[in-house]
């Protein structure tokens, strides 16, 4: 690799930088490197040159799925260059950044997978109708800073399938993994077709509001998403909304600990419980608490948390300060009024931010950190009664992203899942990434899916083509 990987990518090219930002390494708190902060020029020529590449990218899917196709390969082929990037400034261990360039490949290959549908309704000899699903044109993509490349694959994949371009703006904390996807798919992706920009807020405001994209694939969290659907609200753009989550889940009497006590623990606790998709509150039956409790705080006491690039190395720090911040006070409050911390309960030692992982025990809902989205390595877990009761607990908040129920007996716990207010119910598992599958928020986690075929066609706009054969188009019903 010959060129810089910390370059936008303007139709296809670089795009030099006149102004840039710090970018900070989670495990040591200082910056490490400098990022381009994109101009509202630099913003218009990237929407311009997205402009300009739409009309023969929409053309022929057949080179859109190869491109595609093209572009998993080269991710993985990167693998080297892109995970140890992710890892200085997300902050995840380096296994769990290559895994995350590995699912930002299987995400593409997937949506290489799906064909835009032909829907005929009639077709005989007076009439032929025929839904369309044709491209929108310039797509504005915005992620978050948990999982930029993934997030980044999942939102522009079907976008792109479906003929679509893209100007894609990754978070301000963690740009420089999407700036090198942008650099490394230069070459399978016709000038144009992906640009990425990076700058400090309020570049995507002002991406959101621009008038050239016709939508919005945004993640990110629950306030934002209101900000974003305000602004596309002017000139009706169309949306995507990921957002945030307070993923409750259940645990029935019948739980079998052995079996399930590790993947409670890594549901909470994966990516140091940075993930809208993660356990953040666990009900527990008041006969199995204590043992429940035990089981997850010896997990949390073994973890080997540290800087993500050392071996061994099981959770990295919090990405971002203002999270750091944010964790330590939910906890600290939670401990003020009363809760325990079965496990950690505060900062670690050195200059990064590392929270030792926490369980807390002896707290009920009206806390923030059960009531709010803690995203942090912290995990509450909660004492009921009767299952009635959890499951008014679980769906008792605004969010509905996701939600679990764990039982030896899946039917049982499937027909209690089935009653969670949220865009997916596992059982017996949670937060399981998975291809192929519709995913969206209920309530204020979202708005539409992403994945799937109902993911490919909220890219699209949905048309109409009413042939009529023969001699009775007076546009009057006849019948
Ligand atoms: P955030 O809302 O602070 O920022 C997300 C993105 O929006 C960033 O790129 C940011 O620069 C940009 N942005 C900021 N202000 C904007 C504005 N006015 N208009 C347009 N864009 C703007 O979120 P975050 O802190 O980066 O991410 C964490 C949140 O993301 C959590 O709530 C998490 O649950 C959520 N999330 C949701 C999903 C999902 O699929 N539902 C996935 C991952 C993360």
């Known amino acids: 690799m010959n060129e810089s990987l910390d370059q936008m990518t303007v139709n296809g090219g670089d795009v030099p930088a006149k102004d840039t930002f710090g970018v900070h390494n989670p495990a040591t708190g200082r910056v490490f490197a ?5 101009s509202p020029e630099q913003l218009d020529e990237a929407l311009r040159a997205a402009s300009d590449a739409f009309p023969l990218w929409r ?21 080297g260059d892109l995970a140890p990037l992710l890892t200085l400034e997300q902050g995840k261990p380096l296994a769990d950044a290559h895994f995350e360039v590995m699912l930002t490949a299987m995400s593409l290959r997937a949506t290489a997978a799906l064909d835009v549908p032909r829907e005929v309704i009639r077709d005989d000899e007076t009439e032929l109708i025929e839904v369309l699903h044709q491209p929108m044109g310039v797509v504005a993509v915005i ?92 000139d009706l753009k169309r949306l995507t909304l990921e957002l945030g989550g307070n993923d409750a889940a259940i645990l029935l009497d019948d739980v079998d600990l ?74 600290s409050e939670a401990l003020a009024g009363g809760a325990t911390a079965a496990a950690g309960g505060g900062r670690l030692d050195g200059d990064g931010y590392f929270f030792a ?32 009761e959890a499951l008014a607990r679980a769906n008792g908040t605004q969010y509905g992203l996701d939600g679990s129920v764990w039982s030896a007996d899946a039917d049982r716990a499937a027909t209690l899942a089935a009653r969670l207010e949220c865009g997916t119910s596992w059982v017996n598992t949670h937060s399981m990434p998975t291809q192929g599958v519709p995913m969206g928020g209920h309530k204020w986690s979202g708005l539409g899916v992403e994945g799937a075929l109902a993911g490919l066609l909220s890219s699209t706009e949905t048309k109409v083509l009413h042939v009529v054969r023969g001699g009775n188009g007076t546009g009057i019903a006849l019948s």
């Open 34 to 38: 400098q990022a381009p902060d994109c």
């Open 59 to 79: 053309e022929d899917i057949g080179a859109r799925r190869a491109a595609l196709l093209a572009a998993a390969d080269r991710i993985e082929e990167s693998a």
């Open 143 to 234: 992620t978050p800073w948990n999982f930029p490349l993934t997030l980044a694959a999942v939102k522009c994949g079907p976008v792109l399938l479906a003929g679509n371009t893209v100007v894609l703006k990754p978070s301000p904390f963690t740009p420089l993994s999407t700036l090198a996807l942008g650099v490394i798919l230069r070459d399978v992706l016709p000038p144009g077709v992906l640009n990425v920009v990076s700058g400090r807020d309020p570049l995507g405001a002002r991406l959101a509001e621009h008038p050239v994209p016709r939508k919005i694939s945004f993640t990110g969290s629950t306030a934002t998403g209101k900000r974003v659907a305000a602004a596309a609200a002017y």
């Open 258 to 331: 052995d079996a399930h006590a590790d993947s409670l623990f890594w549901a909470a606790f994966v990516n140091c419980g940075q993930v809208c998709a993660a356990m953040k509150r666990l009900y527990v039956p008041r006969a199995r608490y204590t043992e429940v409790v035990d089981a997850l705080a010896d997990r949390a006491r073994s973890v080997k948390v540290g800087d993500g690039m050392l071996p061994d190395v099981q959770m990295g720090p919090l990405a971002i300060a203002p999270q750091f911040a944010r964790v330590q006070e939910l906890v």
């Open 357 to 388: 992982p926490t369980i807390l025990r002896d707290i009920e809902d009206g806390a923030r950190v059960v009531d709010e989205e803690q995203f942090g390595p912290v995990l509450p877990v909660i004492a009921y009664d009767d299952v009635e």
